[in-house]
């Protein structure tokens, strides 16, 4: 299990489960939950345990500003595999994919059903040299055009090795569930991540910020976060600063902390070390 990743023991054995399911054919993984939650961290455990194993990860994580942007979702995800496809695609394929990636000039927008074609044409043949893994972070913000492209090629893949692995935040975007509403419900998972125990938590502040707490102040942090690891640390370190360690009354969430920390979290670079 990875140390790194608290409390999640029964989610990482699932994403294990998962990964290995791949070999014998399409699937998809959905992990999901309010904002600070953890998806992320567990997204990235999936994403860098697919790279362990050996299979080829390709990777999007779009953002709220993204979303009026076409195909930019796609670029993030095929550009590589564009440059330096397993075999030449047919050329109605090619022209339109190419213009999708916005790597020829076109006289007008690539045919949708092209590109998606082309799409699937390059998924299958990458994966008959091993599996693949397509990974989205914050599915919520997909782009249109990329959800179409996706969805079109998720509903063709049977036999091939190749895995969907999503995180999407649950609130503010239940847009993006169309794009595995299409995906047989046998080839779906679902995780839907909740709050962490008290004892959890307390392992939580522990290893992240060092800090020991009294039972009735890790209670009383454990209710106000209501088990979030984001709010858990957040409030720690208010508390390990002073303020409010002294006063558990005063010791709580505003009502506009998951705006203020959905925001928060999209203007995170992909470097940031979430929990």
Do not use: C
């Given at each position: 299990?990875?140390?790194?990743?608290?409390?999640?023991?029964?989610?990482?054995?699932?994403?294990?489960r998962?990964?290995?399911?791949?070999?014998?054919?399409?699937?998809?993984?959905?992990?999901?939950?309010?904002?600070?939650?953890?998806?992320?961290?567990?997204w990235?455990?999936?994403?860098?345990?697919?790279?362990?194993?050996?299979?080829?990860?390709?990777?999007?994580?779009?953002?709220?500003?993204?979303?009026?942007?076409?195909?930019?979702?796609?670029?993030?995800?095929?550009?590589?595999?564009?440059?330096?496809?397993?075999?030449?695609?047919?050329?109605?394929?090619?022209?339109?994919?190419?213009?999708?990636?916005?790597?020829?000039?076109?006289?007008?927008?690539?045919?949708?059903?092209a590109?998606?074609?082309?799409?699937?044409?390059?998924?299958?043949?990458?994966?008959?040299?091993?599996?693949?893994?397509?990974?989205?972070?914050?599915?919520?913000?997909?782009?249109?055009?990329?959800?179409?492209?996706?969805?079109?090629?998720?509903r063709?893949?049977?036999?091939?090795p190749?895995?969907l692995?999503?995180?999407?935040?649950?609130?503010?975007?239940?847009r993006?569930?169309?794009?595995?509403?299409?995906?047989?419900?046998?080839?779906?998972?679902?995780?839907?991540?909740?709050?962490?125990?008290?004892?959890?938590?307390?392992r939580?502040?522990?290893?992240?910020?060092?800090?020991?707490?009294?039972?009735p102040?890790?209670?009383?942090?454990?209710?106000?976060?209501?088990?979030?690891?984001?709010?858990?640390?957040?409030?720690?370190?208010?508390?390990?600063?002073?303020?409010?360690?002294?006063?558990?009354?005063?010791?709580?969430?505003?009502?506009?902390?998951?705006?203020?920390?959905?925001?928060?979290?999209?203007?995170?670079?992909?470097?940031?070390?979430?929990?």
């Amino acid at each position: 299990m990875d140390a790194s990743v608290v409390g999640r023991d029964r989610e990482l054995a699932e994403v294990s489960r998962f990964l290995d399911s791949i070999a014998t054919g399409f699937g998809a993984l959905l992990l999901s939950g309010p904002a600070g939650i953890g998806k992320t961290t567990l997204w990235e455990h999936a994403v860098a345990a697919a790279r362990e194993r050996g299979y080829r990860v390709v990777v999007s994580r779009p953002t709220e500003v993204e979303t009026g942007l076409a195909f930019a979702a796609l670029n993030d995800l095929f550009a590589d595999l564009a440059d330096r496809p397993p075999a030449e695609l047919p050329e109605p394929q090619r022209i339109a994919l190419e213009a999708a990636l916005f790597r020829v000039t076109a006289a007008s927008p690539p045919q949708p059903l092209a590109v998606s074609i082309g799409v699937r044409q390059l998924v299958r043949q990458t994966a008959a040299r091993g599996p693949l893994v397509i990974a989205i972070d914050d599915l919520q913000w997909l782009d249109e055009p990329s959800a179409r492209v996706l969805d079109f090629v998720a509903r063709r893949l049977e036999e091939e090795p190749v895995g969907l692995i999503a995180g999407q935040r649950t609130i503010g975007g239940d847009r993006a569930l169309a794009v595995l509403e299409s995906i047989n419900a046998g080839r779906l998972r679902r995780l839907d991540l909740r709050g962490l125990s008290i004892d959890e938590v307390d392992r939580l502040v522990r290893a992240r910020l060092g800090l020991e707490l009294a039972r009735p102040t890790l209670v009383r942090l454990h209710a106000v976060a209501a088990g979030n690891p984001f709010y858990a640390l957040e409030l720690g370190r208010a508390m390990a600063s002073g303020e409010g360690a002294d006063d558990l009354g005063a010791l709580k969430v505003p009502p506009s902390l998951d705006r203020l920390v959905g925001r928060r979290l999209d203007a995170l670079g992909s470097d940031a070390d979430l929990v």
